[in-house]
């Protein structure tokens, strides 16, 4: 496969954001086990090179992909879905309509500062990433236990250490 191509395909009007981000991963994967996509490409910068951009490019994509799907929410540098330019995780919301069983209008009552089209954006955010979601949920939620329950002393050791009035 040629450069030419790749322009061919990538430009096309009729190429969905979807099938690019498949062909590039597919052109990057056979190039980074040592295919030939091209000719030309045996110096080492060269191949790193392009292995940036490959990556770039289907980054850039997906977040495309991403504000096209989900309009009201962006995807932060670290890959953390936000509600626009507030300070809410699309995870919290989520969490609450997960946990507590919350409507799209209970979360919108409970965060006034909200517009119904970004509730319901992180709420279709969430269905469509259910899986993977509820996991970080389970997972954050088995780290606040533990901390929980660690104490660093025991109710003796806080008594001991009490200064004694009059002292």
Request: charged content about 25%.
């Amino acid at each position: 496969m040629h450069v030419q191509d790749i322009h061919k395909f990538y430009l096309n009007p009729h190429t969905s954001a979807h099938k690019v981000v498949s062909f590039l991963r597919k052109f990057w994967t056979a190039f980074a086990v040592g295919g030939t996509p091209g000719s030309g490409y045996a110096e080492k910068s060269r191949h790193d090179i392009i292995q940036g951009k490959a990556r770039r490019a289907i980054k850039d994509l997906e977040n495309m992909s991403t504000a096209a799907k989900y309009p009201h929410l962006t995807i932060g540098k670290d890959g953390t879905p936000r509600i626009g330019q507030t300070r809410y995780k699309v995870i919290h919301l989520a969490t609450e309509h997960f946990q507590h069983g919350w409507t799209a209008e209970e979360l919108l009552r409970q965060h006034p500062d909200l517009r119904p089209e970004e509730v319901y954006s992180a709420l279709t955010y969430f269905y469509d990433h259910r899986d993977a979601m509820v996991a970080e949920m389970k997972a954050s939620m088995t780290v606040a236990e533990d901390a929980g329950w660690a104490q660093p002393f025991s109710r003796e050791e806080l008594l001991r250490r009490k200064p004694v009035e009059g002292s």
